[in-house]
């Protein structure tokens, strides 16, 4: 038997590799909301470990980009659309992990701006499960990713104020829940970013 001198490349499906990163980001969301609310400490190992999920899942992309010559759209525009979903989920992680190392409770507020990304990070899945044969209905849902930005951004300012206005706090307390306040407001941007990235890919692609 005769082996062929051309290997012919398993073609990679990207669409499913960033929509499978998205539902793993959006499910480490919904048990850092449950964790919170409830004060399972279960719920930091499973963050934990879905972030590394996510992880792997941005590795296997990326090696596969990097075996692929040719890709459903721009092979940057699909590398920086998982940087921007991975860097949604690590905020989570740190988040879990600093309540746990600074151990301070979480209070209302950042209940609060988890829910939203709770929220935000399901209209990223929604979006990229859309993306490669309804666009209208992805971009619809990356709309609806954006307003996560401007809703935790309100948020964070009245955390903040209440955060520092309360003479009951300590500098001690005021500093530790203002770190944490900020990997979830960050973690907005880059729900923006990932909305922004899957709104430029469906316009070249369309």
Known sequence: ??????????????????VDHARTVYEAY???VRGLE?????????VYF?????????????DRLNRTLITPFDREDIYALSRAVDEIIDAAQRTVEELHIFNVQPDDDLIAMAKVLEKGTLEIYDALKNMKQYSTVALEHA?????????????????LADLFENPQHTPGYMLKMREIYRHLNR???????AANIISDIIIKTS
């Open 143 to 159: 709309k609806l990713a954006k307003a996560t930005e401007n809703q935790i951004h309100h948020i964070y300012l009245k955390a």
């Open 50 to 62: 879905l972030e590394r999920d996510a992880d792997d899942l941005r590795r296997i992309l990326i």
């Open 38 to 46: 409830s004060g399972d400490s279960g719920a930091a190992d499973r």
């Open 187 to 193: 973690s907005a941007d880059n729900c923006d970013e």
């Open 1 to 18: 038997m005769k082996l062929s001198l051309f290997h012919r490349e398993k073609k990679t499906d990207f669409y499913k590799l960033l």
């Open 30 to 32: 919904t048990i850092l």
